[in-house]
C-alpha cells in the first residue's frame, strides 16, 4: 500500500520547520542555557505549530513572527517550571562554554565578556537580544512576538543593546 502524497500545507510546514528550526533552538538556548531543555523546547513549539498552523492569519504578520510567538512561550512555560522546582545552588556548566573560556585568545576573553554582559542584563533585554540576534527576527517580526508596535519594538531593542554595550566596557 502505497504512502498519500503530501499535501501543500504539510510541504509548507516542512519548510517552515527547515528555515526555522536551528533559529528556534538558538533562541530556546540562549533564554534556557540547557540544551537538552532547548531542544524539547524546540520539538515542544514545532508540535504545537503543526498542531495550530490552521489558526495562522497571514493578515496578523509572517509564519516566522507567528512561529518564534509560540516558541516564547514554550520557553517561558519551561521558565515557570523550573521555578517551581528546586533551584541549584550553581548552574551545571557548559562545556563548551567552559572550553572557550579556558582557551587562550582574544576571542575567548571577548566571548566572556560578551556572555557576562548578557547574563547580566534584565531578563526581558535578554529576550530582545535572543530575538534579534539568536533567532534573527527583524524588528517587525520581533514587534509580532511581544504584541506591541514596530517602532516600540525598535526601540526596546536599541536600548537592551545599549545596556549591552555598556555592560561590556
Same mark, same amino acid.
Given at each position: 500500500m502505497a504512502l498519500p502524497a503530501p499535501n501543500t500545507a504539510s510541504l509548507a510546514f516542512d519548510a517552515l520547520y527547515r528555515s526555522?528550526?536551528?533559529?528556534?533552538?538558538a533562541y530556546a538556548w540562549s533564554l534556557l542555557h540547557d /540544551? %537538552? !531543555? @532547548?531542544?524539547?523546547? *524546540? %520539538? =515542544? !513549539?514545532?508540535? /504545537? %505549530?503543526? #498542531?495550530k498552523r490552521g489558526r495562522y492569519d497571514p493578515r496578523k504578520g509572517t509564519e516566522r513572527a507567528w512561529l518564534f510567538g509560540i516558541a516564547r512561550n514554550a520557553a517561558l512555560d519551561e521558565l /515557570?517550571? #523550573? #521555578? /517551581? *522546582? !528546586? %533551584? =541549584?545552588?550553581?548552574?551545571p556548566e557548559d562545556? !563548551? @562554554?567552559?572550553a572557550a573560556v579556558s582557551g587562550a585568545g582574544e576571542e575567548a576573553e571577548r566571548r566572556a565578556t560578551v556572555r557576562a554582559a548578557i547574563a547580566a542584563l534584565e531578563p526581558r533585554d535578554r529576550e =530582545?537580544? @535572543?530575538l534579534k540576534f539568536h533567532a534573527g527576527l527583524s524588528n517587525a517580526e520581533i514587534?509580532?512576538? =511581544?504584541?506591541? &508596535?514596530? &517602532? &516600540?519594538?525598535? *526601540?526596546?531593542?536599541h536600548r537592551a543593546i545599549t545596556k549591552l554595550r555598556e555592560a561590556c566596557a
Amino acid at each position: 500500500m502505497a504512502l498519500p502524497a503530501p499535501n501543500t500545507a504539510s510541504l509548507a510546514f516542512d519548510a517552515l520547520y527547515r528555515s526555522c528550526v536551528n533559529d528556534v533552538h538558538a533562541y530556546a538556548w540562549s533564554l534556557l542555557h540547557d /540544551r %537538552a !531543555a @532547548a531542544e524539547d523546547v *524546540t %520539538a =515542544l !513549539a514545532f508540535e /504545537r %505549530a503543526y #498542531r495550530k498552523r490552521g489558526r495562522y492569519d497571514p493578515r496578523k504578520g509572517t509564519e516566522r513572527a507567528w512561529l518564534f510567538g509560540i516558541a516564547r512561550n514554550a520557553a517561558l512555560d519551561e521558565l /515557570r517550571r #523550573r #521555578r /517551581r *522546582t !528546586a %533551584a =541549584l545552588v550553581v548552574d551545571p556548566e557548559d562545556p !563548551a @562554554a567552559a572550553a572557550a573560556v579556558s582557551g587562550a585568545g582574544e576571542e575567548a576573553e571577548r566571548r566572556a565578556t560578551v556572555r557576562a554582559a548578557i547574563a547580566a542584563l534584565e531578563p526581558r533585554d535578554r529576550e =530582545l537580544v @535572543a530575538l534579534k540576534f539568536h533567532a534573527g527576527l527583524s524588528n517587525a517580526e520581533i514587534a509580532e512576538v =511581544l504584541g506591541v &508596535s514596530e &517602532s &516600540s519594538a525598535g *526601540t526596546k531593542v536599541h536600548r537592551a543593546i545599549t545596556k549591552l554595550r555598556e555592560a561590556c566596557a
